[in-house]
């Protein structure tokens, strides 16, 4: 009867110490996708789906812009996606700039085109 009190026992250490390494593992990757979404790594992600999916405005909601967004996503439908180019010019307009000057551009000077 002794051994089933251990087992238990230690079957509720085992399980507390999961509970606690999972708290941890989630813990870091909060604090990981927050650092993604801060500073100069605002650039390569808002760079990146601007090329890819900038009609949707999706870059712009990303750095804060809310009404530029919906401007970029209702401006792509009404002109059959003519309007698509802005978000490429964008994209690469913020994947070559410096990570320095993309962060006080956008993010602190809040400057929502080009």
């Known amino acids: 009867m002794s051994e089933d009190k251990n087992l238990g026992n230690d079957f509720k250490e085992q399980a507390n110490q999961f509970a606690n390494e999972a708290k941890q593992t989630a813990s870091e990757f909060t604090r990981g996708a927050n650092e993604a979404f801060a500073g100069e790594n605002k650039k390569i992600i808002c760079g990146i789906v601007a090329i890819l999916i900038g009609y949707l405005g999706v870059h712009k909601f990303i ?3 809310t009404k530029e ?4 996503l209702v401006a792509s439908f009404v002109t059959c996606g003519i309007a698509s180019i802005i978000p490429v010019i964008e994209g ?3 994947l070559t700039k410096s990570d320095e000057a993309f962060y006080n551009t956008y993010q602190v000077g809040k400057k929502p085109w080009f």
């Not at 967004?69 to 970029?72: A, H, L, S, V, Y």
């Open 92 to 94: 690469i307009i913020y």
């Open 69 to 72: 967004g919906i401007i970029q």
């Open 63 to 65: 750095l804060g812009y």
